[in-house]
Structures are given as structure tokens and as C-alpha cells.
């Protein structure tokens, strides 16, 4: 009977042949890092930038005090506009939400729309005593509710993609 040979499958690389010496890898020994590149400018800026972590009460105060802020500086330097109020508060919400503890990360979608009413006070048309400012205050609610929804949208949105992101990393 004849017996054949089995070879290993080839998978490219060649044995060194014998009583040659062995390269690094082979002996266990670390081959030196490539130099790293350096990350591309935009990357540098944005690390520079601060990196706060809020507390749920630290998010509704500094959403609604910048909100408010912002309020009132549309009102004097816009004379009251309600779209320049709602471009301003997506910013301010996606801030808001990137600048969450990984704890209280689920109110920050529930803390951007109670900022942008209050925020919307000196904004909303304000003639006729207090019935007045409160129907200026629910028109305009009612007015920029797209503004409002996306804000609370992008909140939502980033809260829950940084909320999956932690169970996985708890997970592994």
C-alpha cells in the first residue's frame, strides 16, 4: 500500500530555511509602531473645544438660561423674530445633549422643550396685559412647533445613539 503525503495548505508565507535565523515576529519579539499620523486639523480644533458633563438639574439650567438669554437678545437685536429664536435652539439642544452625563442622558430630550418655553417669554408677542403675553406665548408655541421638534428630535436622537453606545460598551 502506498502512503501518501499530506502538505499543509500554503497560506504565503515561506519557512526560513534551516539554521537560518528566525525573524522578530517568529521570536516573539515586537516589531516597532509605525509612526502614527497626526489626526487631520479639524479633529485638533474640535478636541480643544471644553468637555462638560452636566447632571440632568445642570442640563435644565443651562438650556434654559441660555434659552432665555438667547430670548432676549433676539428681541432686541431682531426685533422679536421667532425664526431666528428656533434656528438658535437646535444648536443649543444638540449642546445640551452631547454635554449630558452618561447617567442622566434620557432628560435631555425632556429638559430642551420646557427651555424653549421659557426661553420663547420675550420673544412671544407681549400687547394686552397678561391674556395677551399668554396667547402671544401659545401662538408662538403653536407657530414654531417645527423648530420645537427638532430640536427635540436631534436631543432624542443623540441621547439614545450615546445611551446604546454605553449598554454595548458595558456589555463587552
Known amino acids: 500500500m502506498e502512503q501518501h503525503r499530506t502538505r499543509p495548505p500554503h497560506n504565503g508565507t515561506r519557512r526560513p530555511a ?24 479639524v479633529v485638533q480644533t474640535l478636541r480643544r473645544f471644553p468637555n462638560p ?23 432686541l437685536l431682531f426685533g422679536s423674530s421667532l425664526t431666528v429664536y428656533g434656528v438658535l435652539f437646535v444648536p443649543v439642544s444638540v449642546l445640551t445633549a452631547v454635554w449630558m452625563r452618561r447617567g442622566d442622558l434620557l432628560t435631555a430630550p425632556i429638559i430642551v422643550p420646557i427651555a424653549f418655553a421659557a426661553g420663547l417669554v ?10 395677551g403675553r399668554l396667547m402671544g406665548l401659545f401662538t408662538a408655541l403653536a407657530t414654531q ?8 428630535l436631534a436631543a432624542g436622537i ?15
Open 145 to 152: 412647533a417645527g423648530w420645537l421638534y427638532a430640536g427635540t
Open 158 to 172: 443623540i441621547a439614545l445613539v450615546r445611551r446604546i453606545r454605553l449598554v454595548r460598551s458595558r456589555s463587552r
Open 53 to 75: 458633563r452636566l447632571t440632568g438639574l445642570g442640563g435644565g439650567l443651562f438650556c434654559a438660561g441660555l434659552m432665555c438669554a438667547l430670548g432676549f437678545l433676539v428681541s
Open 122 to 131: 420675550p420673544v412671544a408677542d407681549s400687547s394686552g396685559g397678561t391674556s
Open 18 to 41: 534551516p539554521g537560518a535565523p528566525l525573524p522578530a515576529q517568529a521570536r516573539g519579539e515586537r516589531q516597532p509602531a509605525a509612526p502614527r499620523r497626526p489626526p487631520p486639523p
